[in-house]
């Protein structure tokens, strides 16, 4: 199945913070860029960094499975070993985590694993991986 790709602008404070991590610690391919913004490779979905200023990026947390989720989020659904695999490499680049890799909903609808990190400008980042991704939406 092709599913279409979205497009994200998220705010940062350093283009040069946001190289660092989005190219190096998380490996996304450079697109297009200009003095205030930079495209990225999200697993074939255009994110884009975009200048902003400084400030807090969560608003919130929401309390979920005993941890304290920030909202707002984004991230992407991967494989497992992809998950593990990236879960590997934040911890290789020192990333403090929010909420550390786990696997909710073990043995229910829906099983999947989860992580929770930061990038330099406080932007929130889930990642999560299932077993049968065909559980994604499972009640």
């Known amino acids: 199945m092709t599913r279409p790709a979205f497009h994200l602008a998220i705010p940062v404070d350093d283009l040069d913070a946001a190289r660092k991590f989005y190219g190096g610690v998380l490996g996304l391919a450079e697109g297009r860029s200009a003095q205030m913004w930079v495209d990225w ?42 998950f593990h695999a990236l879960a590997d490499r934040l911890r290789a680049a020192g990333t403090d985590f929010v909420i550390e890799p786990y696997l909710r909903f ?18 929130a980042l889930e990642c999560k991986a299932f077993a049968d991704e065909s559980q994604l939406f499972a009640k």
């Not at 073990?106 to 406080?122: H, R, V």
């Open 106 to 123: 073990e043995g229910e609808p829906g099983e999947q694993w989860t992580m929770f990190f930061l990038d330099p400008a406080g932007n």
């Open 41 to 82: 490779n999200f697993y074939g979905h255009q994110l884009v960094t975009h200048v902003a200023g400084n400030g807090e990026r969560i608003a919130a947390r929401n309390p979920v499975d005993g941890h304290d989720v920030p909202v707002p989020h984004f991230g992407l659904v991967l494989s497992i070993p992809d």
